[in-house]
T-cell receptor, first 115, second 116 residues
Framework: AQSVTQPDIHITVSEGASLELRCNYS??????LFWYVQSPGQGLQLLLK??????LVQGIKGFEAEFKRSQSSFNLRKPSVHWSDAAEYFC?????????????FGRGTSLIVHP | NAGVTQTPKFQVLKTGQSMTLQCAQD?????MYWYQQDPGMGLRLIYY???????DKGEVPNGYNVSRLNKREFSLRLESAAPSQTSVYFC???????????????FGAGSRLTVL
């Protein structure tokens, strides 16, 4: 089945440390990939997206992600984490179903930032 | 800059009661969605509306109905609430479901529903 997997339920990092959140997808065709962030008590906000072209994409808040077709991955990275980055992060893939494109989300990774 | 507005933000129901969650967007988006969020489960699509006048089932539609009242509004109804429907519900919208490049979702703040 076509799906998106986030292997890590929780990630804990110290403020100032680097961060990598993993996302793997299972999809036969070229995927359209997204990362969203959810701050406590809020809705989701788009961090970045990949449709085609350069496999390293830049997003808001200093985040970037790299699409690796050979590994079926779209990992999110940040070189130096700030306390305000503590949130839930969701990877999403847009899958084609008939004539529609359906956003499907991973289960999320909760980021905890220690001072 | 209201974006996507959901009401109510919180609701407590008894088993068997009915209620409607309201959602409105002011971005002139064509497509609207209802997602259910439970801890460790991510967001699961309940129903979506590709355009005004159309609705389709998502991954978890059982126990829910929807109405696309007009281009702005998309409501979710629970006819007979069950404790298993205790969850946080998110409404989202996008410019057009049919064009993946335009399929970036804008989310509301969520509605937390508890069924006793």
């Amino acid at each position: 089945a076509q799906s998106v997997t986030q292997p890590d339920i929780h990630i804990t990092v110290s403020e100032g440390a680097s961060l990598e959140l993993r996302c793997n997808y299972s999809y036969g065709a070229t995927p359209y990939l997204f990362w969203y962030v959810q701050s406590p008590g809020q809705g989701l906000q788009l961090l970045l997206k990949y449709f085609s072209g350069d496999t390293l994409v830049q997003g808001i808040k200093g985040f970037e992600a790299e699409f690796k077709r050979s590994q079926s991955s779209f990992n999110l990275r940040k070189p130096s984490v700030h306390w305000s980055d503590a949130a839930e992060y969701f990877c999403a893939v847009v899958l084609r179903s008939g004539g529609s494109y359906i956003p499907t989300f991973g289960r999320g990774t909760s980021l905890i930032v220690h001072p | 800059n209201a974006g996507v507005t959901q009401t109510p933000k919180f609701q407590v129901l008894k088993t068997g009661q009915s209620m409607t969650l309201q959602c409105a967007q002011d971005m002139n988006h064509n497509s609207m969605y209802w997602y259910q969020q439970d801890p460790g489960m991510g967001l699961r699509l309940i129903y979506y509306s590709a355009s005004e006048g159309t609705t389709d089932k998502g991954e978890v539609p059982n126990g829910y109905n929807v109405s696309r009242l007009n281009k702005r509004e998309f409501s979710l109804r629970l006819e007979s609430a069950a404790p298993s429907q205790t969850s946080v519900y998110f409404c989202a919208s996008s410019e057009s479901r049919m064009q993946v490049g335009a399929n970036v979702l804008t989310f509301g703040a969520g509605s937390r529903l508890t069924v006793l």
